[in-house]
């Protein structure tokens, strides 16, 4: 059956007959479909029945004989041979694609092929060498080419021709993002298991301001710079509907590198800040060598620092040197800058290309009410006339006669402001930095519009409001406004509070078939709906324009008003409205206790109903990612939930101790899916305001606060388990330590009170004093194995506190991995065999406690002593429940450990070679019982000359995340 791929597509029908399955409700229903379809869009090969012929005669292109028949015949015409062959180089590509990358004289050609290419053209836009020499011979087009860059949108595929004909202002940001990159490609590189090592690469690098501040020209210099002038290869990520798929994204660059290219610069324009470090992860932890940018809309004045990434601000005003190289940029162009004192980048734009009119908010409404004009005509007289078609289908189902009857007013859209509506959804996405594609469009609002856009897209052409652009490669449209500031000023006219705003995502919503079951990408309408909402929520790109307590209101009942019409509940939304509820009751200054209360508890039903989700699906990067967002949420609500608790009127210790307990549960198990560091600082700073606001009467129980001093303390200390912090990370948790160090001297705890506490297998109060004694041995290796010893020592009770065992995980790294573990050194333990008994016990112990139940670190930690143990079999059980867990962490490339003996010196395993797998040697490693590949960078180690079938050697085991495998056995390893 025909399908409509976009406003721009072409839809062919072929290979009908007189006697095809088809009976007259069918062939009727066709030509209904048929109609719908805008003219000239349909081409009908060979044969087709004589009253579907004459039906559509004005619609329908009708080619008599067969396709292949009329292709043979084209392609024997010169000049529709050529119009052939420029349409399927575009679709299908005919040759081979070259890039060339590197730096200086040292260069590298890597050939693509037609299909490689078009599976790279699938995810993003990239440029090879023949269409750099062809954007190289550009020039500027003079003042007409620099305003019609300026006045229209740049979302969508990136305009390289706009960039190689200099139209790119260059700002001091963008300089700065260049020149960090290309540093650290011509630096050499530390290990990719350093969390410190790489700095900003390591995260996203944001290019950062308010609206129309050039972020999206901006990127686009810095992705035009890093592929000509410093010849990297670039990958501009086009979102499309569904958002960026990551899994397809690393499938690429993986494809990119087995090619030749060592290094892939992503660049992203519009996407939230932890989707792209989301997408980073994902690239790190699968062993990527990519390099991210984006951009951020952000005030640069905002006191709160970047969550993980490293931001480039850029301001509305322009710098000493951008003013003083402004007038030499226009005047290259043939423009005249008439000196404007102003120093605000708008200003000078709009007053050298008055035409863009970026300054006047009277000026878009009257381009609003111009195109309104220009479009309702159009659509008012779009008759609703009944084709012999419609009047047969009514003949075989009566029942259709109401929906048809001729008593419905003709010119319906007299009655009905659809174009309005249809503006106004524009206008709102585009406030959210999203193109509306034309096909969700045709979905939310059906035949009316798909009947009148090909007449509709003549009036948008007329004024200079709505554009088009292309989202994609596969020639998808959205509709736009030329900068996102010209949809917010105009709404802001039309709708003057963003409650009356949030009434057009309202009526979006409730025209999108939600189908709630649906993973990404199933259903593309919804998930550019979610986009739109998270743009909108308190995270999002627009939050500041929808950060009033009322406007959370109306977002969350939008929200709920979708579950509660479809019966079912979708994770993403379920997690976006606990947010929202979450704020709700931070921000309400006016709502009472036992309103905020309430507001926590219906985003906590939220979450525990998106959690439930969640685990019932398979285990996969994007659900791991999606199930730790969910319980780090639930935890922060439960901490804004005890805050208003502890700020009541006598609070119940106990109540306190209990909600304690929950959030404690969230936020652990937020860690296991994930190295984020901010699940840990709410369990902190929730055990801290409790011991500041309960204190002194709230201590009704005598080892109450010691129990929240500890349970600080350990959030800190695991915290450190993973040693992957960021920069800014770092500096909170340094600051927490300082706080509870200060705590703690002027609380110093008791040993009698520890002694009675363990006795009643309370180890909270041992753990306080062991911490002060460790840390004022400042962490020295045989204090550490002294306290791990003497914790054992208090015997079986102490495996069945989960905070002892959670230290005892951090004293025994201390002890003997050392401060390198989990750095760019590769660990050799020098450890003797009751050491990794203890490790082992400890593991075995923690892992049996249901919220560190998969814990990963823990998990190789069990692995690690089992091989040290000579359990081969048993490790490689745990690294295989540990590799399905640790998707999408970056503890899955490099090398964490070998395995050595007692001396700290790798041990030797005997290898047999196999056979050959691609570039791998597959070999028997007979003292493991395992079969392992062996990469080709140890190959030449092992074996300069190369490994033959049959032959042994001498290697040593590696670990990480993924599980075993093969490294050198040389006397460098580990040290």
Not at 231 to 255: A, Y
Request: aromatic fraction near 6%; glycine fraction near 8%; proline fraction near 5%.
């Amino acid at each position: 059956m025909p399908q409509l791929l976009s406003t721009r597509g072409v839809l062919v029908v072929e290979g009908m007959a007189a006697d095809a399955w088809l009976d007259d409700v069918s062939w009727a229903a066709l030509g209904e479909v048929l109609r719908k379809i805008p003219i000239g869009r349909i081409f009908w090969f060979g044969w087709a029945p004589p009253s579907l012929r004459t039906a559509l005669a004005n619609n329908v292109n009708f080619v008599g004989e067969r396709f292949t028949s009329a292709i043979a015949a084209w392609e024997s015409d010169a000049e529709l041979s050529a119009h052939l062959a420029t349409g399927r180089k575009a679709v299908f590509g005919v040759d081979d694609h070259i890039v060339t990358v590197g730096f200086g004289k040292d260069r590298t050609s890597v050939r693509f092929s037609a299909r490689d290419w078009r599976e790279i053209r699938r995810v993003g836009s990239a440029i090879d060498d023949a269409e750099l020499d062809q954007l190289h011979a550009l020039e500027s087009d003079g003042p007409s080419g620099l305003a019609a860059f300026a006045g229209r949108a740049h979302l969508g595929v990136p305009d390289w021709k706009a960039a190689a004909r200099g139209y790119c202002f260059r700002r001091d940001a963008t300089d700065r993002i260049t020149d960090t990159v290309v540093e650290y490609l011509s630096s050499p590189k530390q290990s990719l298991l350093d969390s410190t090592g790489g700095g900003e690469m390591r995260r996203p690098l944001f290019l950062s301001g308010p609206p129309a501040t050039g972020k999206s020209v901006g990127l686009l210099r810095v992705a035009w710079e890093l592929r000509t002038t410093h010849r990297l290869f670039v990958l501009w990520l086009l979102p499309g509907l569904s958002g960026v798929d990551p899994v397809q994204v690393e499938r690429i660059c993986r494809m990119v590198e087995t090619r030749g290219l060592l290094w892939t610069v992503l660049v992203i324009d519009g996407a939230l800040p932890e989707e792209c470090m989301h997408l980073l992860d994902k690239m790190l932890s699968d062993g990527r060598r990519v390099i991210l940018i984006g951009t951020e809309t952000a005030f640069v004045e905002d006191s709160e620092p970047p969550r993980g990434y490293t931001r480039f601000p850029t301001k509305m005003t322009l710098s000493p040197r951008e003013a003083s190289e402004w007038s030499g940029f226009v005047a290259i162009h043939g423009v005249q800058d008439p000196g404007v004192v102003a120093h605000d980048f708008l200003s000078r734009l709009s007053s050298v290309l008055p035409e863009v009119g970026y300054g006047s908010a009277a000026a878009l409404l009257r381009e609003y009410e111009r195109l309104i004009r220009a479009a309702e005509p159009v659509v008012s007289h779009t008759t609703a006339d009944e084709g012999p078609l419609a009047k047969q289908l009514r003949e075989l189902f009566p029942e259709l006669a109401h929906a048809n009857s001729t008593e419905e007013p003709v010119g319906r859209f007299e009655t009905n402001p659809f174009v309005r509506d249809l503006v106004e959804v524009i206008l709102f996405c585009a406030r959210a930095d999203l193109p509306v594609a034309t096909d969700t469009l045709f979905t939310v609002l059906g035949s009316d519009l798909l009947n009148s856009f090909h007449q509709l897209q003549k009036a948008f052409g007329e004024t200079a409001l709505i554009q088009e652009v292309v989202m994609d490669n596969e020639g998808t449209i959205g509709l736009t406004t030329a900068h996102r500031l010209h949809a917010q000023w105009l709404l802001r006219t039309l709708r003057p509070t963003a409650s009356a705003q949030l009434d057009v995502l309202q009526s979006l919503v409730e025209r999108v078939p939600w189908d709630l079951d649906a993973y990404p990408g199933d259903n593309p309408t919804q998930d550019y709906m979610i986009r739109v909402l998270r743009q909108v929520g308190p995270h999002g790109g627009a939050a500041n324009d929808f950060g009033s307590v009322a406007a959370l209101r109306a977002l969350a009942d939008i929200l709920a008003s979708i579950w509660m019409k479809h019966g079912k509940r979708h994770p993403g939304l379920l997690s976006l409205e606990a947010i929202i509820r979450g704020d709700i009751a931070k921000n309400d200054e006016n709502a009472v206790p036992d309103e905020k209360r309430r507001q926590c508890k219906s985003a906590l039903e939220a979450l525990v109903a998106a959690i439930e989700v969640l685990r019932a699906r398979p285990s996969s990067e994007a659900r791991n990612f999606q199930l730790q967002r969910a319980l780090t949420l639930a935890a922060d609500i439960r901490g804004t939930e005890l805050n208003v608790v502890l700020r009541g009127s006598s609070p119940s210790p106990s109540e306190v101790q209990g909600m304690l307990t929950e959030l404690q549960t969230n936020a652990i198990m937020a860690r296991s899916y994930g190295t984020q560091y901010h699940p840990l600082d709410i369990l902190y700073w929730a055990n801290r305001d409790a011991r500041k606001l309960l204190a002194p009467a709230g201590f009704e129980a005598p080892d109450f606060e010691v129990q929240l001093l500890s349970t600080m303390q350990m959030a800190l200390e695991v915290a450190e388990e993973e040693q992957i912090i960021d920069e800014e990370q770092r500096s909170r948790l340094d600051g927490r330590r300082i706080e509870l160090d200060q705590i703690l001297g002027q609380a110093p705890l008791a040993h009698e009170r520890a002694a009675e506490m363990r006795s009643r297998g309370d180890f909270a109060g041992e753990i306080v004093l062991s911490r002060i004694t460790v840390d004022d041995a400042e962490r020295e290796s045989v204090v550490c194995r002294d306290e791990l010893s003497r914790f054992l020592e208090f015997g079986p009770s102490v495996l069945s506190d989960v905070r002892a065992l959670r230290y005892l995980c951090r004293l025994w790294i201390d002890g003997w991995a050392g401060p390198d573990f989990g750095k760019e050194r590769v660990v050799c333990c020098a450890a003797p065999e009751i050491a990794w008994e203890q490790l082992r016990n400890v593991a075995l112990a923690r892992l049996a406690v249901p919220e560190d139940s998969e814990h990963p670190l823990t998990t190789f930690l069990l692995g690690w002593a089992q091989l040290q143990l000579g359990d081969s079999g048993g490790a490689r059980e745990t690294f295989r429940r540990l590799e399905r867990r640790s998707i999408g962490m970056r503890r899955r490339i490099g090398e964490l450990a070998i395995v050595s003996n007692e001396n700290g010196h790798p041990r030797p395993f005997g290898a047999r070679v196999l056979t050959r797998r691609g570039d791998r040697v597959v070999l028997r490693i007979d003292g493991l019982g395992a079969v392992l590949e062996m990469r080709p960078d140890v190959e030449t180690i092992v074996a300069p000359s190369g490994l033959e079938i049959g032959e042994f050697a001498g290697v040593a085991i590696a670990i990480n995340y993924r599980g075993l495998q093969v490294a050198a056995l040389n006397d460098d390893i580990g040290k």
